[in-house]
């Protein structure tokens, strides 16, 4: 094993606290990654549905797996709620991340604005994002920004101790 092998396993590797690895992981919004996925449905799925609807929509009411309930009816899980799901999950984890008052926190709000534009210039413009999982999605993006930015500034507050008669 090389020096700088031994060094870097010795000092945690590539997520060591401080990393540029880390940082860089922490400032990406997880929003993105349910975006990339309905992208992706979106690219593969053809321009025109039936009725005029969005080629997407067949593939957002697309079953995913469906239980037989107590009360016998069937519970299914579509795709697109599956995708809402995984968004809502991300939504979580970008508010608990948005408690840290560290720097990476402001590139992170930068990225979820930059990811904001492009969801609504994509809602508003193309004809595949132009339906009600994208919109809830977009909607995410924006209660990631709004909510991110709040829960910052409270948390940044705390931690310099400006707050009731300290700040004049």
């Known amino acids: 094993m090389t020096t700088t092998a031994k060094t870097t396993a010795a000092s945690g590797g590539l997520f060591r606290r401080g990393s540029f690895v880390r940082n860089g992981l922490s400032a990406f919004p997880l929003l993105a990654l349910p975006t990339v996925f309905y992208l992706f449905m979106a690219l593969f799925s053809g321009t025109r549905g039936a009725a005029d609807l969005p080629a997407i929509t067949g593939a957002l009411e697309a079953t995913v797996f469906s239980v037989r309930m107590i009360s016998g009816v069937v519970w299914r899980l579509d795709a697109g709620d599956l995708l809402l799901l995984f968004g809502l999950l991300s ?7 948005a408690t840290s008052s560290k720097s990476v926190s402001i590139a992170n709000h930068a990225a979820s604005m930059g990811l904001l534009l492009i969801c609504v210039i994509l ?46």
């Open 91 to 97: 939504l979580a984890i970008e508010i608990a991340k």
């Open 123 to 168: 809602f508003l413009s193309m004809g595949a994002f132009a339906t009600s999982t994208f919109f809830l999605l977009t909607m995410m993006t924006i209660f990631d920004v709004l909510v991110g930015a709040m829960v910052t500034i409270i948390a940044a507050r705390r931690d310099f101790g400006v707050g009731d008669g300290l700040a004049g």
